[in-house]
DNA sequence: AAAAGTGTTAAAAAAGTCTTAACCCAATTC
DNA sequence: GAATTGGGTTAAGACTTTTTTAACACTTTT
């Protein structure tokens, strides 16, 4: 059973689509202001509705204050149509976005494709692998009880690799998931790769964490 | 590197959108019908952009046999606005819908959105043959239940084998499909194969993978 | 038996990786 | 506002692994 949180001003359309969704077997939470979305959010909840126009703070705002907490798909709502705005929003890390007045059969649809996408993706914030702990909220790393002092780059690209530790990422992937739209030279990635494996075995000379797999890319190892 | 493949018979949509593809650092193949879509495909295509409006086969029966062949997120274009269609093809797996006439940038965005949730996804791409199990995600190969090691240029070769077992791939077919423009030695299949089976019997003397096909090429024995 | 095609091996060539150090840029400090 | 700091990137060279070439033995076909 999923849990959606609804984040809607205006009462009728909340109400409507607590309804509608309902009677569509999902649970329902309800907020009517983006502060009361953030606070009413219990951390259980499998996907967000965010209205984008809302009294208080900016859609945007809430947005990635949500994002940021919590890892789960937020489909937007609004009845603005420029493109730049859904560009935005896109880039901020909404899962999909749908234009007032929408059918509600649409909606439901694309509510389903978003919970598809989410499933098999790991969200806990704290991943652990081996002896290495890696915390996403407040990017913090310890490895055999000590902690380390990852860059922000590096941070990142451990993070991708521990998200799923048996999965063979291509070099593209990774640039794709850590640089984005930057195009970097080939061996950056090698770079970070390297400073990552000195500073887990500062930490721990033992283990050997992450594998080369070559001509490919890069794994975690065992 | 991701390679998109576009379906769409309008010449000029289909340019332009290579285009576009293409300074945004996408690699492009093209398609002007849904059955041309479905042969070009090589099985090594990140996303498909596929118009619904196609000469020929419908768009629903396109997308599901491309669909059930590969693993691949698509993004349906059309110019209808239809709920029941667009409900309709997200039940039949399409990963995104945008509507004709579309802005660049949202195209963009929703490329990158599919792609990356792609990249989250457990997709399990693995063919069998008799004991032989490839994973196409983790470029791992097992057989008779040892994992084995294979170089990239081996995992290319027998995955393609692998592909279609009961077919003959000519030489040519195998330099084509393996070292794409590359012009190599005739021998360097040779040498591939010899090192195929080895490191095959190496984990199962009793088997007899790999055919040869005298004068014409390989085929997966039996 | 000759010709054409294939299999195997070892060595050369090419491709990919690792590491160190230097460079650039932006933010912070003095 | 110049100097310092730190992360991120690039460049260079040493190194490793893979791929290809080449030579020769072997097999199949004619």
Not at 13 to 27: A, D, P, R, W
Not at 164 to 180: A, D, I, Y
Request: proline share 2%; glycine share 4%.
């Amino acid at each position: 059973m999923y849990k959606i949180l609804i984040i809607e001003d205006d009462k009728d359309i909340n109400n409507m689509l607590k309804q509608l969704l309902e009677t569509n077997h999902y649970q329902v939470l309800q907020a009517f202001s983006g502060t009361e979305g953030v606070l009413v959010h219990n951390g259980n909840v499998s996907l967000i509705l965010l209205d984008l126009m809302l009294p208080g703070k900016n859609g945007e705002e809430i947005l990635t204050e949500l994002l940021n907490k919590y890892q789960v798909p937020i489909i937007v709502m609004s009845a603005i149509h420029e493109v730049d705005k859904k560009v935005d929003l896109f880039e901020l890390g909404a899962d999909d976005y749908i234009t007032k007045p929408f059918d509600n059969k649409e909606l439901l649809a694309r509510i389903k494709l978003a919970l598809k996408h989410q499933n098999g993706k790991e969200n806990k914030s704290i991943i652990s692998f081996k002896d290495i702990l890696i915390n996403k909220l407040d990017y913090t790393v310890t490895c055999n009880g000590k902690l380390l002092n990852l860059t922000k780059q590096e941070f990142e690209l451990l993070k991708t690799l521990l998200e799923n530790p048996t999965r063979v990422f291509t070099k593209s992937m990774l640039f794709e998931l850590v640089w984005k739209d930057e195009f970097v030279d080939d061996n950056t990635l090698n770079v970070h790769i390297s400073k990552i494996r000195n500073k887990l075995k500062e930490c721990n000379q033992e283990e050997d964490y992450i594998e080369t797999v070559w001509s490919i890319g890069y794994k975690m190892k065992n």
